[in-house]
Structure formats: structure tokens, C-alpha cells
């Protein structure tokens, strides 16, 4: 009631009368809400996406087979088939495809007995859920191939017209023998679906006899357990029986990078907005001393005045969340389909079709804005409430002066430096499994470091300040030199536009490092592995969503060696096999070779172990995310699934690969052809002889197998470039948002240098009383504002770096690895020393304009 | 009514410590209209502050109607401010984005009363001081007289036990002054305990008795007139 | 009726009073009940598996266009309800060779296998809904089927009527178990027991009508020559045409083996 009466009568006419301020903040929780909401948003729809392409591919399948990524004989159907409790086993061959033609588009081919295929999925060709004329026609001939309707329309093409598809085999011509409606597998990535047969897919992916997958329904009253041992045991030994939940799992597995530095932003984002609340409020408990002074004196309570203030806030702050609940649908719609782009290059095929737009999430992310808002202005509200009566009679020049300068704040501060080491060095030490490892530490360890930055921050400026004196007499004379001393004299209140800039910079910078380490560890990862010259492939080597590309037999590797100008030629031979629930990503090559010429990065354990990882022994290096998460280090051991049943490896070494964030195995080609009877490979990599020029060598190789097989040689400088374009193109988002982090710091910058002018507006009056110029007090302000920019913008890039650290250790090097580096991004830095300082001036400017024209004699008369 | 015994403020300047007023009694009646003077710094506001509870004494004992604010909470502070004293101030202290009416109803919004019952009791206040016609003026449209009829209406509204006005028309022209002097006389004619600081003897002739305050001690007590009843 | 008591012209006074009268009384007394129809019709379908079918198949879409094809049909009546069809396409090139066996163990009971010829293989085809359409045609697996067992409907004469100057029972055909079709309407030739026209109904909306021409006698048994099978919700569609036909053929067990159907009869 009380709280009403006053939110009524005096903060409305606040909000009212100062627009300026309350768009700021508006804008600022806003801003932050909405990115908040649009990573959640797209999060949330890229894996829904992934999901459903699961899930409608799937069917009703209660377990699917899988065996290896060059798939297994198509006997085995029938074995499935066979076993008591099997209701249906259907077969599957996945592929993908791009579409040529005006519209370069990448297609996802799903290969499924189309007589059988309607058991477990929903759909039927013989059904009014397609549209095929000929049924027969689309069963008798090998180029048959159906695309859903939403495809076909948007390429514009119908039934019995040709279309062509690059695929892994080639370039093949289908022929479109019908249409289907948006249902069931069609469903699949947003449409962009191409169905066939599974035998004519057999044929044109080059998989005759063979199958990647069968999915099977039990009939009813089955006990799972009991299937899924009966089905493993009829089974050779490597074939991994899994739910369709368990490849859910594995998508969260796979997208697990993309989604941590999604979730790092996010938090940036709170993070800065946070501090934008926390510093409009207290901007406002300055400006407003008086007033509570005087409310005070009247009978206010100290509880009255918080609650006010914090009142203010909810109000201010759920208005704005609304705003930025609505915005973040629009920065989502905006974002999502680049995102959806990146995450089919780099992990699976997938399409946004639509927004999962569901109110909970978007309710708690505005609840979180509204929260964070009340959280950041509980401090200053208290501050408020600390203002004493008697301010509304003396002009005590800051009420909080001492206060903010004294022991307590001091002890505050290193109370907070000291928690938030603490969670640090708890976080650091703990073991991977103990809860001490855990995100909520790091998080709690930077908003402490960020508090105690700030608490301390006007001591920090106090020692700064002087030593910029004479340097700005040196540069601007009277009025430089005035500047620098009028915030001295108000160290405290400046203090706190520092400390506003200090941390807006630092979020900043710290984001910007952490995502540029990421990215230039990506990199440097990625040219330590690539050092040949050439890459000669069956499929492009750039085939997207980790299709299955077409071995090539290993007999190649002879003739490709007596080309003139190949040095050496290495097989590469990738796969996947399953540890623990995960899918690990298997990669086979000549370590003897490789070892020759390739730097790998080795994290732990010495370079001299890979040695082990030699023909005859039964060593595996395995890369820094697996080694964390299963908590295996060189001279531990582990048991892989082998077509010949499980063997059991010894770790030689842990290395750097970011492959797959499920995890990675290194294998020696001979090792891997002992235990997996596999001849093929899927990419030779070859070195050539110094002096020879490899587009000769390059054509000399397509000369001499291309009469056999469609070969792609991509040149190794080539094939970088074209990752690092991918690579790029994933971390579109993050920098988006670390923009819009740079934007709420902005508006930070500029509310509190505003309230800091207007303050002064008596100050101001007394200069141009004594005979200062307008120029001069123009300038002056200036400087002024330039100067708590600059400092603010340097110490904060300072706190930014260390920030960046720790989120890098707590955030990042637990899922990925230490070996990532910590890369400070300096371009990032520039970018925010030079926001800080010209925002600042600009902020300056509306301020300088008003107390150059300030009336000497009102300024005076006021108070 | 208000009962200062021995009472000193010592205020900390850097390592000097300052003793803004020091061994204090004094004992003001129910009715009284008692005038503070003395030279600037000689420590009127702040003992008029420690009577108002604005401020807290560093030595001896205040105690108002009986209870001792140099050893109450913060928040029974806080309530004896809201309903037992009317503060008026030399700058008014209105709050310059509420009206007139308002800001002689903020201390009864305050005390959560809603806004709907205050305004009758704002606006017969501001009758009585001769601003009827101002209620919805905000303090920048009104004269310095009328702000400070405002702050006169708004130390009233609690009916508060004691006024306590600090350099009343310390901002204001002499006619305008005696205006308001001839308005806190007339309230105190009608049994209005008030207590009022001024430099100026004049001011303190409107007072039924005056202290001097010299160094921040009490250097002379004189009635003048009659307690009203 | 007795006739030696009435003189020609009230004899066909008389027939024209019945025939008016049935048009216009749901259920006449009637010689024959409609299982009885059936069952001759049933005979009749019985005694022609025995055969050699040359037809052309068209269907056509809603939009005009039209695909056709020709193919050979061998039949063969083995013991009991048992029999065996093989079916070989012959045109258009695409389909050169494409075969369907059809190995039936009872009326109701039959595997089904395919054979491609570009991939070399032979498909079982599973028959989980004999309702559903046979290969995009508006003709469904259970038409293709042999004749159907009596015993899993019911059968009502509703009346008897002239369809295209042929006089006709029509008989209302319920399935004991719900089948895509609530029920079907059919004509059925009083002389000859062959179907004139069948109308299959979901609920009360007929979806599907079939029409049966130029029925012809061959080798004692009545033919139609031209089937049009019509689905009237989608406006498809398709019409059969008996080429050249022959009965009472007897052809070897080996031309019904998967041997036979890979080299496509030969």
C-alpha cells in the first residue's frame, strides 16, 4: 500500500520526467532479454530441428543397429528379421546430397524399403500421403527418387522431371517419381528430404549389399532388455544397438560446443545488462539524494526507500523484458537460419523450419531479466537507504563519500576477490566428477571478481588519476588540467562511471577472448593436422553432416605413390564406434608417416609414446575431451568394440583434436586393419616433392584414376580456407551477441556520464562565475568524459583478459580440453578502448553542451 | 516536551575533531515558541537537528514526550519523524516533481495512508495557509513564500507535536518573511509547540522565549511572552 | 406365377407390373438369395483361373495425363483354393519385364513377390492391407486377388434392375470385419453372374466405382473385356483392356517359380 502510494506519486513522475535515463535502461535490459531469448530460441530450435530429423526418421523404431561408417552387410536384416519378438526390422541407407543448379542446396537421402518402410514410420507410398502416379515405374527403375512437396516447390520441379544431385558417389540424375506431403520422414530436415528406395540407394551411393542401419519395432509385451541382448547376440561383435533417444543424446553430445559458447554469450549478455541496472540505479540514488534526504526527514523508513527504489526497478525492469521478449523473437527469426546453416556444416544435416517458440522459456528468460535487474539494483537501493536526513539540509557533496573510500569497502571488496578465488581454486583442483566442478562456481567466481572490481574501482581511479595531470595540462592547457582536477574532487562519484565502463569493457573483452581463443585454437588445431599438399577423396572432401564418403580401395595408395611429384601418400581412414554411450570419432592413418612430418599436438603425455600407437601394438591416442570426461591419461586403458569383438587398447598418448566433441580415437591404419578387417579409405593425403607444382601433381592424379572412379583432389591451402569459412560461419551468433553486449556497454557508458554532468550543473555555474569560457567549459567536460573513458577502458580491458580466463577455464577447457590457448583478441580490444573513450565523448557531448550554456546565475541560486 | 540533557555532537574532520555543540541542556514546554539564535556556526541547525532526530548526539540524552532518540532504532527514529514532528526547512525542501497537494500529503502517503484520504486534510491545509487555489502547482510554479506555506501546510498535516523550522525565511524578502512569521505565530496561538532557528532578532521576537547558542553552548535563556495554552 | 393360365400379353403385363414393383419395393420375394448369386458368380471366377491374359492397363490422373502399360497374365487352378498367377509386364521399356507372382493358399491367403529387373531381385511384397491400391492403380490388391471367400461377408439382394439393357441384381456386399470399404453395391449380371458395376461406399459416401463392359463369351465363360475402376474422391482413374484371353489353359508348375519370374515367364 505504502509502496503503491509512493511508486505512484513519485516514481512515476521520475520515470516520467527523465526519459532519457528510462530509455537507456529500457534499452538496455531489453537488449539484453533479446539476446538472452534468441539464443535460448534458436538453441532450442536448431536441437528440436536435429531432434525431429531423428525422430521422424525414425519412427516408431524402438532400437536401431548401426555397424561402422561404411555399414554393414544387408544378411544381417534377415537375421533381425528372424528373431522371435521382432515385430519389423527395416533397413536404412543415409546419404546427403547438395542439389545443383541455380540454388546450390543440400538435401538429405534417406533410403528405406518403401514396400516395408510404413511399419515404422508414418507414410505410405501406395497411401494419400504422397502423391506418386506410378508406383511401379518408381520401384523398377534405379533413378527413382521422391521429394517432398515443400522442396519440390521451391526448386520447381515435378513429377518425371530430371533433377541432379551431387552426392559422395557424384553427380547423379534422378528422376522425380513423386511427391510427398509434410509428414512422417518428409518431415526431416525442414523438407529438404529426398527419398528412395532402399536398393536403387544402394546402387547410386555405391552400397550394394550393404546397409548403415536397420530399425526395428518389437512386438507387443517385449521386455527391451531382453531384445536388445537377443538382437546384440545374433549379431557379430561392433554392431552398436542403441534407442532412438540414445542418438538424441548423442545430437546434445555433438552440438555440445556450439551450445556452450551459445550459453557463455547468454550469460555475457546478463552479465553487462546486469551492471547497466546496477549503475542506472545508483546513478539515480546520486541524483536523487536529496530527495530521499528529504523523504527521509519526513518519515521515511530506510526499508521504504530500498523498497522504492527497487520497486522502481520491477517496474522498469518488467516492461522492458517484455520489450525484449518480443525483440529476441525477431533477432531469432533473423539469426536462426545462419545458425541452422553452420550446425549442418559442422555436425548434421538439419534445417529450421520454424521457431520453437514455446512461453515457458520465453517467460523465464524474461523472468531472469526482471530478476538479474532486481539482483544489480539491490546495492545501490541500499545505498540508498543508507542516505542520512540530514542530507536534505546540508549539501553533503557525496553522501557516500567516505563510506564508498573507507576500510569497509575496501575489506568488501577483497572479502569478494578472496570468495572468488576460492571458487576458483575449488573449481580448479576438484576432480571431474566431484560437484565442485561445476559451471555455478566460475559463474559466482566472475560476478564476485566483477564486484569487487567495482567496489574497489574509485580507489583504483584515485590512483590513476594524477598520474594523467600533467600529461593532460601538456595537451590542453588551463582546461585540462581543470578536468583532470574536478574529477579528482570527485573521485567517488566519477568512481562509479569508471567502474561502469570498467566492467562493460571488461564483459566485452572477456567474451571476445574467449570466443577468439576458441576460434584461433580451432585453427591452429586444424593446421597442425592438414600439412599435405593434396587431398584426393572418392566423395568432396568437404561433404557436409558427416556423411559417409566413398572408400577408395587401399591398393590406390601404391599407384598414387609412383606419380611423378608425390613425395609420400597417406591413407586416412575415419569411422565410428562406440565407448560408454558415446559415439566416438575414429581416425585412422599411418602414424609412422605422419609422425615424419606432422606436428600433432600432443596435450599429454610425450611425443615419443605415439611411437606405441605403431603397427603391432594395441595403442590408441584418444584427444583432451575424451581423456576429461572418461578421466583416461596416458597408461590407462580402454575397450573398444571390434567387428571381431571387444579389444582392449592401451592410451600411448592424449592429443589435440577437435573432430568430434564426442570424442576422438586415434589408430594406426595396420592396427585398425587387424581388429576391423577394413581395407578402404577414405582420403588420401598427399605430400608433394619439393620443387614439383601441385596443380601438375594434382591433374597428373585425376589424369590417372579419373577413368576408374570419380576423384576429387582439393588442394590443401584450398580445403583450409573453405573450413575456416565454416568454422566462421559458426561462431556468427556468438559475435552477434558479443555486438549487443558492446551496445548495452555503450548505453552504460552514456547514462552514467549524463547523470555525472548533470550533477555538476552548480559546479559548472561556479566556473563560469570566476570567468571560464564556454569553449572552456565545453572542453573541459570533454576531457573529462574522455578521460573516465579511457581509464575505465583500460582497466576494464585489463579485468577483461583475466575474466576471459577464468570463463575459458570454467567454461570452455572443461568440455574441450587445456590445450586450448588463451588468445587475447586485440583487434576486440582496440574496438573497446576506442568505444570506451569515443563513447564517452560522445556521451560528454550532450552534457557539455548544456553546462557550457548553463545560466550562471540559476546554477548558483539552486540549493 | 523535549528534554536535552548534557547533550554534545562532535563531528570528525580528518584527524581534528570538531565539537559542534557540547553540554546542552534545556527543557522546552508543551506550547512554547522557542527562538534559537546565535551566529553562524554556533551550532543551531545541528541541535535543531538532533531535537528533530535528523541527526544523533555523540554525548548525553535527547528525549521527546518522554522517549530517548539518542538510544531508539532507526526505524522508531524514522516513525517518531513521520507523526510527531513537522520539519520546515530554509530551502523548503518540496519535492519538485510533486504538486503542492501531494507534497503536503507525503508524509501521510508514507504512513501508507491512501492518497484518496489524504488529499482532503492536503487541501484544507492549504486553506489554512492561504494556497487553495495552488494545489496542483508544482514548487517551481509557485513564489518562495508559497513553497514555503507549502512546507508550513506539510509540517502540519501529521498534527505533529512539535514544528521545528530552520531558518523559516532564511530565503525569503522581509514582507514575505513576516508573513510567514505572523502564520507560525498564529499556530502557535493555537497551542502549536514550535521550535524555530534564526540569526535574526527580530525573527526571534516572534518566539515566546529565545536561546543563544555561542560555540556551540547555550550562552542564554529569556522568556519573553506567554506559553500559550 | 403360372404362365399356362395367362396369355402372352398379360404375361407381360405382368412382368412389367414386377419389374415396376421392384423398382419400387425394397425387398421382393426373390428366386435366388444373394449368396446364391455369389456363389455362382464365385464358380464362374473358380473355373477362369485356369488362363492366359493379354491386357493393356491405363491409368489416368485428375489432370488428363495418362500412363499405360501391357502385360501377359499366366493362371493356373491348383487343389482346393489354391492357385497361382504370374504376371509379366511388357511395355513401356521401363517396366519391360517387371513381374508379379502370386502364390495363393487360400482365397484369402497368398504371398506376393516382385521381381525388377534392374536390380535383380526379387521383393516380397507384404500384404498387410488388401484394400490398399495395387501399384498406383485404382484397383486394389484384392481385386487383382482371386475370387474372394464367401464365407467373410454378407450378402442382400436390394433389387433388381436394368443397367445398360442387361438385367441385373443389385446386391448389397457387407464384410463381417471392417475393411476400407463399409459396404459395397454390386451389379450383377442375372444371366451370365459376372459384375456389371461395383460401388464401394465409406459410410454413406461411395468412393470408388467400377464399371464392367463388353462382356463376351470365351470358352464358356463370360468376360469383360473392358474394366474402369474409378476412385471419386481423387478423380483418378483406371481402366483395363483385355487384349486376347484363353481358358482351360494348363500350364507347368515351373512357369510359377521365382526361377521363372526372374527370366519373366520364359
Redesign the interface.
Known amino acids: 500500500m505504502k509502496l503503491l502510494n509512493l511508486l505512484r506519486h513519485i516514481s512515476l513522475k521520475h520515470l516520467h520526467l527523465q526519459k532519457l535515463q528510462l530509455v537507456m535502461a529500457v534499452s538496455g535490459i531489453c537488449l539484453g532479454v533479446a539476446a538472452m531469448v534468441a539464443i535460448d530460441l534458436v538453441n532450442r530450435s536448431v536441437l528440436k530441428s536435429c531432434e525431429d530429423s531423428i525422430n521422424h526418421a525414425t519412427g516408431r523404431a524402438v532400437l536401431q543397429i548401426t555397424g561402422g561408417e561404411a555399414g554393414f552387410p544387408e544378411e544381417m536384416l534377415e537375421r533381425v528379421q528372424k528373431l522371435p519378438g521382432v515385430e519389423y526390422a527395416v533397413p536404412v541407407i543415409e546419404a546427403t546430397g547438395g542439389l545443383t543448379g541455380d540454388k546450390e542446396r543440400a538435401l538429405m537421402i534417406l533410403g528405406i524399403d518403401v514396400l516395408q518402410d510404413h511399419h515404422i514410420r508414418d507414410y505410405s507410398i501406395t497411401d494419400e500421403s504422397a502423391e506418386i502416379p506410378d508406383p511401379l515405374l518408381f520401384l523398377a527403375k534405379r533413378d527413382s527418387i521422391l521429394l517432398t512437396r515443400t522442396l519440390a516447390g521451391q526448386i520447381g520441379i515435378g513429377i518425371d522431371q530430371e533433377v541432379n544431385v551431387q552426392t559422395v558417389a557424384g553427380l547423379k540424375t534422378f528422376k522425380v517419381r513423386g511427391l510427398l506431403n509434410p509428414e512422417g520422414p518428409a518431415r526431416v530436415a525442414g523438407g529438404d528430404i529426398a527419398i528412395m528406395d532402399v536398393y536403387a540407394a544402394q546402387m547410386a551411393f555405391g552400397k550394394v549389399g550393404s546397409l548403415d542401419r536397420i530399425d526395428v519395432s518389437f512386438l507387443p509385451g517385449q521386455d527391451f532388455d531382453t531384445m536388445k541382448a537377443r538382437i546384440e547376440a545374433a549379431l557379430p561383435p561392433g554392431y552398436d544397438v542403441d534407442t532412438p533417444a540414445g542418438r538424441t543424446r548423442q545430437v546434445e553430445l555433438l552440438l555440445g560446443r556450439f551450445r556452450t559458447s551459445m550459453r557463455l554469450v547468454g550469460c555475457m549478455a546478463l552479465f553487462v545488462g546486469m551492471y547497466l541496472i546496477y549503475n542506472t540505479v545508483s546513478i539515480s540514488v546520486v541524483q536523487r539524494r536529496r530527495e530521499i534526504g528529504i523523504l527521509r526527514a519526513l518519515g521515511g523508513g530506510r526499508m521504504q526507500i530500498a523498497a522504492l527504489f527497487l520497486a522502481e526497478t520491477l517496474a522498469v525492469a518488467t516492461f522492458a523484458s517484455l520489450l525484449g521478449m518480443a525483440l529476441g523473437l525477431g533477432f531469432a527469426q533473423a539469426s536462426v537460419g545462419v545458425v541452422a546453416q553452420s550446425v549442418t556444416e559442422m555436425y548434421l544435416r538439419t534445417s529450421v523450419s520454424e521457431l520453437v517458440f514455446s512461453w515457458p522459456s520465453l517467460l523465464l528468460n524474461a523472468g531472469i531479466g526482471i530478476l538479474a535487474s532486481l539482483i544489480a539494483a539491490v546495492f545501490p537501493s541500499l545505498a540508498a537507504a543508507r542516505v542520512t536526513p540530514v542530507s536534505a539540509i546540508r549539501a553533503v557533496p557525496y553522501a557516500a563519500d567516505d563510506f564508498l573510500r573507507g576500510w569497509r569497502i575496501k575489506f568488501a571488496a577483497c572479502l569478494c576477490l578472496l570468495i572468488a578465488l576460492s571458487c576458483l581454486v575449488a573449481f580448479e583442483v576438484a576432480s571431474p566428477a566431484s560437484p565442485a566442478k561445476n559451471l555455478g562456481f566460475v559463474v559466482v567466481a566472475v560476478i564476485l571478481l566483477l564486484l569487487s572490481i567495482s567496489l574497489i574501482t574509485p580507489v583504483l581511479f584515485a590512483w590513476t588519476l594524477p598520474l594523467t595531470h600533467n600529461l593532460l595540462a601538456f595537451c590542453f592547457g588551463a582546461q585540462g588540467r581543470l578536468a583532470g582536477l574536478n574529477l579528482q574532487k570527485n573521485i567517488t562519484r566519477n568512481g562509479v562511471a569508471v567502474a561502469a565502463i570498467l566492467c562493460s569493457i571488461a564483459l566485452f573483452v572477456s567474451s571476445a577472448n574467449t570466443v577468439h581463443s576458441m576460434r584461433t585454437s580451432l585453427f591452429e588445431w586444424f593446421d597442425s593436422i592438414i600439412r599435405a599438399d593434396l587431398l584426393v577423396s572418392s566423395g568432396h572432401p568437404l561433404a557436409t553432416g558427416g556423411a559417409p564418403t566413398i572408400p577408395m580401395p587401399a591398393e590406390m595408395l601404391g599407384e598414387m605413390e609412383k606419380i611423378p611429384g608425390v613425395q609420400s601418400v597417406e591413407p586416412f581412414r575415419k569411422g565410428r564406434v562406440s565407448y560408454n554411450g558415446r559415439k566416438l570419432m575414429l581416425e585412422v592413418f599411418d602414424v609412422a608417416l605422419r609422425m615424419d612430418y606432422c606436428p600433432a599436438m600432443i596435450a599429454v603425455g610425450k611425443r615419443e609414446n605415439m611411437a606405441r600407437l605403431l603397427p603391432d601394438q594395441d595403442y590408441v591416442a584418444i584427444n583432451e575431451g575424451l581423456a576429461l570426461k572418461e578421466r583416461l591419461r596416458p597408461g590407462d586403458s580402454l575397450v573398444l568394440p571390434t567387428p571381431q569383438g571387444p579389444v582392449r587398447f592401451g592410451v600411448a598418448a592424449v592429443i589435440v583434436s577437435f573432430s568430434s566433441d564426442a570424442g576422438v580415437v586415434w589408430l594406426d591404419i595396420n592396427t585398425y586393419r587387424r581388429h576391423w578387417r577394413d581395407p578402404l579409405v577414405d582420403t588420401y593425403e598427399v605430400l608433394v616433392k619439393p620443387g614439383a607444382k601441385i596443380k601438375e601433381v594434382r591433374q597428373a592424379i585425376l589424369d590417372r584414376f579419373g577413368g576408374e572412379r570419380r576423384l576429387f583432389a582439393l588442394e590443401a591451402a584450398e580445403f583450409k580456407v573453405e573450413v575456416r569459412k565454416i568454422l566462421d560461419r559458426s561462431f556468427v551468433m556468438t559475435n552477434a551477441v558479443n555486438i549487443i553486449t558492446l551496445v548495452i556497454a555503450g548505453l552504460g557508458i552514456i547514462v552514467t556520464l549524463l547523470a555525472s554532468v548533470f550533477e555538476r550543473t552548480r559546479e559548472i555555474g561556479i566556473l563560469r562565475g570566476i570567468g571560464m569560457t564556454r569553449s572552456q567549459v565545453l572542453a573541459m567536460v570533454l576531457i573529462e568524459s574522455a578521460l573516465i573513458g579511457a581509464i575505465g577502458g583500460v582497466l576494464g580491458a585489463a579485468a577483461g583478459i583475466v575474466i576471459g580466463w577464468i570463463e575459458m577455464e570454467g567454461m570452455i577447457r572443461v568440455d574441450l580440453g587445456a590445450s586450448i590457448g588463451y588468445h587475447v583478441h586485440y583487434a576486440a580490444l582496440l574496438w573497446a578502448l576506442l568505444l570506451a573513450v569515443g563513447l564517452s565523448a560522445l556521451a560528454g557531448i550532450y552534457p557539455a553542451r548544456r553546462a557550457a550554456t548553463t545560466n550562471i546565475v540559476e546554477a548558483l541560486t539552486y540549493e | 516536551m523535549i528534554e536535552l540533557n548534557k547533550v554534545g555532537r562532535m563531528y570528525r574532520q580528518g584527524n581534528r575533531e570538531v565539537h559542534a555543540l557540547k553540554d546542552i541542556s534545556l527543557m522546552i514546554g508543551k506550547g512554547e515558541f522557542l527562538s534559537i539564535m546565535g551566529p553562524s556556526g554556533s551550532g543551531k541547525s545541528t541541535l535543531l537537528n538532533l531535537m528533530g532526530g535528523l541527526d544523533q548526539a555523540t554525548a548525553g540524552e535527547v528525549f521527546m514526550d518522554g522517549r530517548p532518540l539518542h538510544a531508539i532504532s532507526d526505524n522508531e527514529l524514522t516513525l517518531i519523524r513521520r507523526r510527531r514532528i513537522g520539519y520546515i526547512f530554509q530551502f523548503f525542501n518540496l519535492l519538485p516533481l510533486l504538486t503542492a497537494e501531494e507534497n503536503v500529503g507525503l508524509p501521510l502517503l508514507l504512513d501508507g495512508l491512501p492518497f484518496s484520504e489524504v488529499r482532503p486534510k492536503a487541501a484544507a491545509l492549504l486553506r489554512q495557509v492561504g494556497l487553495h487555489d495552488r494545489s496542483e502547482h508544482r514548487p517551481e510554479q509557485l513564489s518562495g513564500g508559497e513553497m514555503q506555506r507549502v512546507a508550513i501546510a506539510r509540517a502540519l498535516i501529521t498534527g505533529p507535536a512539535v514544528i521545528l523550522a530552520d531558518e523559516p525565511t532564511g530565503n525569503l524578502d522581509s514582507h514575505t518573511s513576516e508573513e510567514i512569521f505572523l502564520l507560525l505565530r498564529s499556530l502557535n496561538e493555537e497551542g502549536q509547540t514550535i521550535v524555530m532557528v534564526t540569526h535574526d532578532p527580530k525573527a526571534a521576537a516572534y518566539g515566546t522565549r529565545i536561546i543563544t547558542l555561542k560555540d556551540g553552548t547555550l550562552a542564554e535563556d529569556m522568556v519573553i511572552g506567554e506559553t500559550a495554552s | 406365377m403360372n404362365s399356362l393360365f395367362v396369355t402372352d400379353w398379360k404375361l407381360m403385363l405382368l412382368a412389367g407390373c414386377i419389374l415396376a414393383l421392384t423398382l419400387f419395393i425394397p425387398a421382393p420375394v426373390q428366386a435366388m438369395s444373394g449368396r446364391q448369386v455369389y456363389e455362382k458368380v464365385h464358380e464362374l471366377r473358380t473355373r477362369g483361373l485356369d488362363r492366359q491374359t493379354e491386357f493393356t492397363m491405363t491409368?489416368f490422373?485428375k489432370g488428363g495425363?495418362t500412363?499405360s502399360?501391357t502385360a501377359v497374365e499366366y493362371g493356373k487352378k491348383a487343389e482346393g483354393e489354391t492357385y497361382k498367377v504370374l504376371v509379366v509386364?511388357k511395355t513401356p521399356p521401363?517396366?519391360c519385364d517387371?513381374g508379379f507372382l502370386i502364390h495363393a493358399r487360400t482365397f484369402s491367403d497368398r504371398d506376393l513377390w516382385?521381381y525388377?529387373?534392374?536390380?535383380k531381385?526379387i521383393?516380397?511384397?507384404?500384404t498387410?492391407s488388401q484394400d490398399?491400391?495395387f501399384?498406383?492403380s485404382d484397383f486394389s490388391y484384392d481385386d487383382f486377388g482371386g475370387p474372394p471367400n464367401l464365407d467373410d461377408y454378407t450378402f442382400t439382394i436390394l433389387r433388381e434392375e436394368v443397367l445398360d439393357s442387361r438385367p441385373c441384381y443389385v446386391i448389397e456386399v457387407t464384410p463381417k470385419v471392417p475393411r476400407k470399404w463399409s459396404r459395397n453395391q454390386a451389379w450383377v449380371d442375372k444371366e451370365l453372374f459376372v459384375h456389371r458395376k461395383i460401388v464401394s461406399y465409406q459410410g454413406k459416401e461411395p468412393y470408388r466405382d467400377g464399371t464392367f463392359t463388353d462382356v463376351r463369351i470365351v470358352d464358356d465363360l463370360p468376360t469383360p473385356f473392358r474394366m474402369e475402376m474409378k476412385n471419386l474422391k481423387?478423380g483418378h482413374r483406371t481402366e483395363v483392356a483385355i487384349e486376347e484371353i484363353h481358358y482351360h489353359t494348363s500350364f507347368p508348375d515351373d512357369l510359377f517359380t521365382q526361377r521363372s519370374l526372374e527370366r519373366a515367364g520364359k
Open positions: 491409368l490422373d495425363g500412363r502399360r509386364f521401363d517396366l517387371v516382385a525388377f529387373p534392374e536390380f531381385r521383393r516380397r511384397i507384404p498387410t490398399d491400391s501399384f498406383g481423387t
